[in-house]
């Protein structure tokens, strides 16, 4: 018996897709479970000591930051790695440095809301002049403005302290990152899409850096923001808007049209 027309090609096609083992095609919940096609996340020790280039390798795999949220030694082991590579004196050629510092804010913000905070920022930019945000409630206006619906809704604040918190975590990275370019005459080694990532990200954590408590905090500065947004603290919050080279060297190798100034 003759086989039909593209019988062969449909097994073909179906043997291909299970070896590709590609992350999209195993990314469903099922696959998920079952462990299939899905990068391994290697041991604390292991990330350790991993180059850079590897890191960011294990970073494509979808598991991958979900992997660090569920695990604090594996997150914790990836950052100091990362930032022993950025941390001044940095090792490494600007291509290593500028990947750590982008990728350490990556897995600041992908661990946590801080990500959805930040694919937000365009549209809350948008509604708000980044040069008048001198002030308390301009300030809360913009924040709220990048908060997805899910942490806003989220009662206990946890979600917003802990994306707070991992953006302000983030800065150093961002500074890092901003230094690398100036030193490299502006220009960045990172792709476009990474660039990107890291202005939007720079944008926003550089706005938390210029907030300040100055009356009735509690010590916490997420906590306190929260509570403003939320109208339920007492906290006095002032701003100050960034003036910073580094922040303005990663919007400008982002070509980036928004600025403080």
Same mark, same amino acid.
């Given at each position: 018996m003759k086989p039909p027309p593209g019988g062969l090609a449909v097994p073909l096609l179906v043997s291909a897709l299970l !070896?590709?083992?590609c992350d999209a095609f195993? &990314? $469903?919940n099922l696959f998920q479970k079952a462990g299939l096609g899905?990068? #391994?996340?290697?041991?604390?020790? $292991? @990330?350790?000591?991993?180059?850079?280039s590897d890191l960011k390798s294990l970073a494509e795999s979808p598991s991958f930051y979900s992997d660090l949220s569920s695990d604090s030694a594996k997150k914790t082991a990836v950052l100091d790695n990362l930032s022993g590579v950025f941390t001044p004196p940095a090792s490494g050629g600007a291509a290593t440095v500028q990947e750590a510092a982008a @990728?350490?804010?990556?897995?600041?913000l992908n661990t946590t809301d801080a990500a959805a905070?930040?694919?937000?920022? +365009?549209? /809350? +930019?948008?509604t708000t002049n980044l040069s008048s945000l001198d002030t308390g409630d301009?300030? =809360?206006?913009? !924040? #709220? /403005? $990048? !908060?997805? &619906?899910?942490? @806003?809704?989220?009662?206990?604040g946890a979600k917003f302290e802990a994306a707070v918190n991992a953006l302000i975590s983030a800065q150093s990275a961002y500074a890092a990152l901003g230094q690398s370019i100036s030193s490299n005459g502006g220009a960045t080694t990172l792709g476009t899409a990474d660039i990107g990532d890291a202005a939007q990200g720079a944008l926003l954590s550089y706005a938390l850096a %210029?907030?300040? =408590?100055?009356? *009735? %905090?509690? *010590?916490?500065? /997420? #906590?306190? @923001?929260? *509570?403003?947004?939320? *109208? $339920? %603290?007492?906290a006095t919050v002032s701003f100050t808007t960034p003036s910073d080279s580094n922040l303005t060297a990663i919007l400008? /190798?982002?070509?980036s049209p928004y600025t403080f100034s």
């Open positions: !070896l590709s083992s195993f &990314s $469903t899905q990068q #391994k996340t290697p041991s604390a020790s $292991t @990330l350790a000591s991993m180059s850079v @990728l350490y804010a990556q897995v600041e905070m930040v694919s937000d920022v +365009v549209s /809350a +930019v948008a301009n300030i =809360i206006t913009f !924040l #709220k /403005a $990048t !908060l997805p &619906s899910d942490v @806003l809704s989220d009662s206990s %210029g907030i300040s =408590i100055t009356a *009735g %905090g509690s *010590g916490d500065t /997420a #906590k306190d @923001l929260w *509570g403003q947004i939320t *109208g $339920t %603290g007492s400008d /190798a982002a070509n």
